[in-house]
């Protein structure tokens, strides 16, 4: 699939005012009664390597990577029928929802695994707009590094200040000499124990260097998604002067960005204003976390935009309706405290009620903890909490590697970075922490249910990074 079909597509689907959902839903269906559109789990192909370049064999939704765009308007209900086709157990979670928690997706907390052949119904209701995305919560390390994850989309209410969105999902890919994903790698203890699985070739909605085509003087809303198991990745729109006006899908005061770069953690999402030039050019975008590479690039060419009407001149998106006041007073205080990895100090740690040295925790392939408890499902819930309750959570890094913690069912505040109380009103739903950092959090227990808190680094999650809470 090329790339100029993807954007072309897209953009007949946002031209027809009702058109909403790349899916097909019609629109207010469940106000007249469920009605579940397929999504299918199972193999294809994708061309990861280079364009028309060798076909790697891959798991996504619908056979493809990125699975369909899925886009609904904000307050309502997609009724989403996952059909698994895949030869191991697989569920949905839908990133950053704040769902009702039956429909959560974690396989052995809030669901079974969907066995193979076998189905699940979901009904993702989306309190938020924004930029969400979907994927397994069942063997995510495997799962998603062989391609199963998509986009979901809640649009905003009233006129857009933009033109058209572009959706970009980068991920890192491992490809061995075959130009297949290295399978055989998946699992490597190595890479648990240290940053987890890193690729060695970059895509742009699967693809391996996208091409955006765009018209002078257009303003582009830029949906930019970090897909990749573990990898951090610093974005540069060299040129393109992007205005931030959400992250994490929650609206933040728009404000340029520094050195034009965004740097995402796995998971996170930053959604960017972009007014291309009134002249012909190539902008190319860089990933830059390292030594900088070309990832794709915007080819601003053609007539000039045309509208029927100016666009507003207010980029700010609207509220959602995230809990209004943190009583930070009355608070449930929770430390969370990370340990464990290559080069760290961790020498022990509770596995499955008992305290094991680092050796026979390596044996079991949980080298993280959470708090001294190498996590899993079948551990005690983290904390309870009553329904309507702050929680403040101060996270320490005591590793000597970044991790990306993230909280379901819920969106917090960054309150403070190393004690320097965080300027921006920032809600997010996966946080970044440094090696060293001290990073607290707090955010209103309003949504009911057990809830995930882990590294969406997937591999670190795996092996311990991982817990649970209820909110009663
Ligand atoms: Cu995106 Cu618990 O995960
Ligand atoms: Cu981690």
């Not at 990073?439 to 670190?460: Q, R, S, T, Y």
Request: aromatic residues 8%.
């Amino acid at each position: 699939m090329t790339n100029s079909f993807h954007v072309s597509r897209r953009t007949v689907l946002l031209s027809g005012a009702a058109a909403g959902l790349a899916l097909g839903l019609p629109r207010g269906a469940f106000a007249a009664g469920a009605e579940l559109r397929d999504l299918e789990a199972r193999p294809g192909t994708a061309a990861l390597w280079e364009e028309g370049g060798p076909q790697a064999d891959i798991w996504g939704y619908e056979g493809r990577v990125p699975g369909p765009v899925l886009r609904m308007r904000q307050g309502e209900t997609l009724g989403i029928r996952f059909r698994n086709g895949l030869d191991q157990p697989s569920t949905i979670h839908w990133h950053g929802i704040r769902i009702d928690n039956a429909y959560d997706g974690v396989a052995g907390l809030t669901q079974p695994p969907v066995a193979p052949g076998e189905s699940f119904d979901y009904l993702v209701n989306a309190p938020d707009a924004g930029t969400y995305w979907y994927h397994p919560h069942n063997r995510s390390w495997d799962q998603m590094a062989r391609g199963l994850y998509g986009v979901l989309i809640v649009e905003e209410p009233g006129v857009r200040a933009y033109d058209r969105d572009v959706i970009l999902t980068f991920d890192d890919w491992r490809l061995d000499e075959e130009r297949q994903i290295d399978t055989a790698s998946l699992g490597a203890m190595h890479d648990w124990a240290h940053a987890g699985r890193l690729g060695n070739v970059l895509t742009t909605n699967g693809e391996a260097y996208a091409k955006f085509p765009a018209r002078p003087g257009e303003r582009l809303r830029l949906r930019v998604l970090n897909t990749a198991n573990s990898r951090v990745m610093t974005f540069r729109f060299a040129g393109l002067a992007p205005r931030l006006v959400a992250l994490d899908g929650q609206p933040v005061a728009p404000e340029p960005l520094a050195e034009e770069a965004v740097r995402l953690a796995p998971a996170q999402r930053a959604d960017l204003i972009v007014d291309l030039p009134e002249t012909p050019a190539t902008y190319t975008v860089e990933e830059a976390s390292g030594q900088p590479f070309a990832a794709c690039e915007f080819v601003v060419s053609g007539a000039p935009v045309t509208r029927a009407s100016p666009l507003p001149e207010d980029i700010a998106l609207p509220a959602n309706p995230l809990p209004k006041a943190l009583d930070m007073q009355d608070a449930l205080a929770q430390d969370l405290l990370m340990e464990g990895g290559a080069m760290g100090r961790m020498r022990e740690a509770v596995l499955k009620g008992e305290t094991r040295d680092i050796r026979a925790l390596v044996q079991e392939g949980k080298v993280w903890a959470f708090n001294g408890i190498a996590g899993s499902h079948m551990d005690p819930a983290m904390f309870t909490v009553a329904r309507g309750r702050t929680v403040r959570m101060p996270i320490v890094n005591d590793t000597r590697w970044p991790h990306g913690i993230h909280v379901h069912g819920h969106h917090f505040k960054i309150v403070s970075r190393n004690g320097t109380p965080v300027a921006r009103e920032e809600w997010r739903d996966t946080v970044l922490t440094d090696p060293g950092e001290r990073v607290e959090i707090a955010f209103v227990a309003d949504n009911p249910g057990k809830w995930m808190i882990h590294c969406h680094m997937l591999e670190h999650q795996a092996a311990g990074m991982m817990a649970w809470f209820e909110v009663t």
